[in-house]
């Protein structure tokens, strides 16, 4: 079967589109190259013994995703990933994240509405919870307004889906992240940020590699235990592997609903120092870093309860913090040497 990864290049699709290739789909990969390079497809090859078929692409051109699709009319399934995706950015400069986030998506599903059925997993995020009242979060908690337009588009990005998959043969599983860290065992792909990192996780390898002076921890005064901000981190694999699975409940129509929720994240919130600390113990090194003053935006606590994912989709987390933060730092290493 062959599927389409957009945005296939990047941190999550590279790594997804290497889950794909060893449950035996043929891939075809579409990305814009902006935020990633062509050196990926290398790792990819590297880990799996196969290229998957690449085209630059980039899918705010609505003619070009009409020819795309005309010349790739056997497409089983599509995942979604191709999305800016920094907040600070996005306040910074909101046309050009409704642009690339919302009318490539509008373009990508004109032409999946057209077929008489589709399967469309989308890359979807916990920002669309804002600060939830309770802890852990339920695909049920109530979705809050959005505090940056990285955010609202993935917000507005869903309800598109839902509405289209009402009237269209469109069937959708909405996937919602927390924060996916780390890099394949191999050390062959993983996260690139170009420029200064705006994740946390590369900001403390590239620190401990000597890149960056020292770790700014925006906050120590929340309402947590450490009194740092609080996430679910998750291992980019054990995404990677959700989204395969994702897949297959759908074209196996096992889903009960034209479009399903599923939060992804190990259901474990970790602060800010343990992340720290977690880098520390694998590293062998001590990480200098200040605590300076909150982020605007930035919300104190969110993790996932992660019940129906387990259950119903029939996927679990499988690696440790520890175990993300070492395959973190092997991949900075890595791409230093």
Known sequence: MKILVTGGLGFIGSHTVVELQNEGFEVIIVDNLSNTSLNVLDGIEAITGKIPAFEKLDLREKDKV???????????????FAASKAVGESVEDPLLYYENNISALV????????????????????????????MPITEDAALQQAVSPYGNTKAVGE???????????????????????????TAEIGELPIGVPQNLVPFITQ????????????????PTPDGTAVRDYIHVVDLAKAH??????????????????????????????????????????NLPYKIVARREGDI??????????????????????????????????????
């Open 107 to 134: 373009y990508v599903l004109q032409e999946l509405e057209k077929k008489p059925e589709a399967n469309f997993i989308f890359s979807s995020s916990c920002t669309v919870y804002g600060q939830a009242e309770k």
């Open 66 to 80: 009409q020819d795309f699709f005309k010349r790739n009319n056997d497409i089983s399934g599509v995942i979604h």
């Open 207 to 222: 620190t401990g590699f000597g890149l960056r002076n020292e770790l700014s921890v925006y906050g120590d005064d929340y």
């Open 159 to 185: 309800e598109i889906i839902t509405d289209v998959a009402k009237v269209s043969g469109i069937n959708a599983i909405l996937l919602r992240y927390f924060n996916p860290i780390g890099a394949h065992p």
């Open 300 to 337: 104190t606590s969110a993790y996932a309860n992660t019940d129906k994912a387990n259950n119903v989709l029939g996927w679990k987390a499988q690696s440790t913090l520890e175990e993300a933060m070492a395959s973190a730092w092997k991949w900075e290493q890595k791409i230093r040497s």
């Open 244 to 285: 395969v699975i994702a897949l297959q409940r759908l074209l196996n129509k096992k889903n009960v609903a034209k479009v399903e929720t599923f939060n992804l994240g190990t259901g474990t919130g970790s602060s800010v120092l343990e992340v720290i600390k977690a880098f520390e113990k694998v590293s062998g090194k």
